[in-house]
């Protein structure tokens, strides 16, 4: 590899690699079957114990021209996304995870999208293959109201690369909610947001990733509340706007990793976050997005945090534990 290279290609394409054997090459050969050419690839491999060393090695050797490979002691794929950045020579930064890939004409609607628009950032769809290739779920946002802030994740998006690097955006250095904070932080400073309706990122329903394996049932070591105060100090320009993050993320987790607890143990944990939240934001229970609904959002979305809402006003955290989460009790000695 060419370190002294100064040409600038429009695109820079950013996949974080940790242990990633199973399905880099079905990643890495989506980006080279694109029908775009002036991209750049930087394969980042962060500390991996496989042979995905060897993989990036070879993709390396048969495409220098291309190919950017580091490689570094694992760091999490928050500070390596953000290596990732500050290496990118493109003008414009793609993200890729390891396990998903890419369609054919990806790069070009993305690319083509971002140049006519002048956008800083351009957001677009995503579908979720499992391993048979069946299509499980497909999702386009609508392109209205809120949009910008929807999609939490990095990639099924392009991004200016000056943007992320004059304002400093980076992903946050946390076991919970990297990428919304990424996310949030760039749909408040841009005034240049755009919509794209297209679906061509294919996130990979992998039942053995950390995302499907981590976090269910409540953890000592989740940095939960590191997460929301970082998301609640993002410069936000609408208070209410903050509170509904804050409280959607709360939610979410509560969801999210309380199904497989159990309702006692809900109990505790769903107390000892809203007395966090009402000490910060008291009265959020008014908030008019928490009641009506942030535009932009999905129906499903908007009723669960509606009922969800109602069962907090009530009173009855108890009661949908029970309902709710199918986790044991345990037992005291």
């Not at 760039?186 to 499907?212: H, M, Q, T």
């Not at 129906?299 to 009530?314: E, G, N, S, T």
Request: with cysteine; hydrophobic share 35%.
């Amino acid at each position: 590899m060419d370190e002294n290279r100064c040409e600038q290609p429009m695109v820079s394409v950013i996949v974080p690699v940790y242990n990633g054997e199973k399905h880099l090459r079905r990643c890495i050969d989506s980006v080279f079957g694109n029908d775009f050419d002036d991209f750049e690839i930087l394969l980042l491999n962060d500390g991996s114990s496989d042979t995905s060393g060897d993989i990036i090695a070879e993709y390396e050797r048969e495409r220098p021209e291309t190919v950017r490979a580091f490689s570094h002691g694992n760091m999490g794929v928050a500070r390596t996304r953000n290596k990732g950045i500050d290496l990118a020579r493109g003008k414009h930064i793609l993200f890729l995870d390891q396990d998903d890939w890419f369609d054919k004409g990806y790069i070009r609607a993305f690319y083509d999208a971002i140049e006519e628009s002048g956008s800083d950032v351009v957001v677009g769809g995503y579908k979720r293959p499992d391993a048979s290739g069946r299509v499980v779920l497909s999702r386009l946002l609508s392109g209205k109201g809120y949009y910008q802030y929807i999609t939490a994740a990095a990639w099924g998006k392009i991004h200016r690369g000056a943007f992320l690097k004059e304002n400093g955006i980076e992903f946050f250095d946390n076991n919970i909610g990297e990428d919304v904070v990424f996310s949030t932080r760039e749909a408040i400073l841009s005034d240049r947001f755009s919509f794209i309706p297209y679906v061509g990122y294919n996130w990979y329903l992998n039942k053995e990733s950390v995302s499907e394996t981590d976090y269910k049932g409540f953890r000592d070591e989740v940095k939960l509340f590191a997460f929301l105060e970082k998301l609640g100090g993002l410069g936000y320009r609408d208070k209410a706007l903050e509170e509904y993050f804050i409280v959607k993320s709360a939610l979410y987790y509560l969801m999210h990793s309380g199904r497989t607890s159990a309702p006692e143990r809900y109990k505790e944990v769903y107390a000892e976050i809203m007395g966090w939240i009402e000490a910060r934001y008291p009265g959020f229970a008014n908030n008019r997005f928490l009641n009506r609904g942030l535009p932009g959002e999905s129906f499903k979305v908007r009723l669960a945090i509606r009922i969800l809402m109602i069962v907090h006003r009530c009173g009855m955290a108890g009661v949908f534990a029970k309902m709710y989460c199918k986790g044991m009790e345990v037992q005291g000695g």
